[in-house]
C-alpha cells in the first residue's frame, strides 16, 4: 500500500492503468474491500450433494462464479497515515 501511494513504478506499472503510469493521475488514497466468492460447479453427483451449491446446467454457461461482499479488509488509507510507517 505504501508503494502504490509513493507511487513507486515498479508497483504501479502492476496495475495496468495507463493514466497512472504516464503520471497523469496520482493516487491519493488506498482501501480494500473483502469478497466471498463462490465457484459454479458442475452437475457432478458430488456437486449435487453440497448443500445450498450453484450447479451450472446444460443450456447456461454464463453464470460461473457469484460474489458476495463480507466487509471492509483496509480501510482508506493515505500517505500520511501513521500505520504505513
Same mark, same amino acid.
Given at each position: 500500500? !505504501?508503494? /502504490?501511494?509513493?507511487?513507486?513504478?515498479?508497483?504501479?506499472?502492476?496495475? *495496468?492503468?495507463?493514466?497512472?503510469?504516464?503520471?497523469? +493521475?496520482?493516487?491519493?488514497?488506498?482501501?480494500?474491500?473483502?469478497?466471498?466468492? !463462490?465457484?459454479?460447479?458442475? *452437475?457432478?453427483?458430488?456437486?449435487?450433494?453440497?448443500?445450498?451449491?450453484? /450447479?451450472? !446446467?446444460?443450456? !447456461?454457461?454464463?453464470?460461473?462464479?457469484?460474489? +458476495?461482499?463480507?466487509?471492509?479488509?483496509?480501510?482508506?488509507?493515505?500517505?500520511?497515515? +501513521?500505520?504505513?510507517?
Amino acid at each position: 500500500v !505504501d508503494k /502504490i501511494l509513493a507511487g513507486c513504478p515498479h508497483v504501479i506499472d502492476l496495475l *495496468d492503468e495507463p493514466e497512472l503510469i504516464a503520471k497523469k +493521475k496520482r493516487i491519493q488514497m488506498v482501501r480494500a474491500q473483502l469478497y466471498e466468492y !463462490d465457484f459454479t460447479r458442475l *452437475d457432478t453427483e458430488w456437486s449435487r450433494s453440497i448443500p445450498g451449491v450453484d /450447479i451450472l !446446467d446444460d443450456d !447456461d454457461h454464463s453464470a460461473w462464479w457469484q460474489r +458476495k461482499a463480507v466487509g471492509q479488509y483496509l480501510p482508506a488509507l493515505d500517505s500520511d497515515n +501513521k500505520s504505513l510507517k
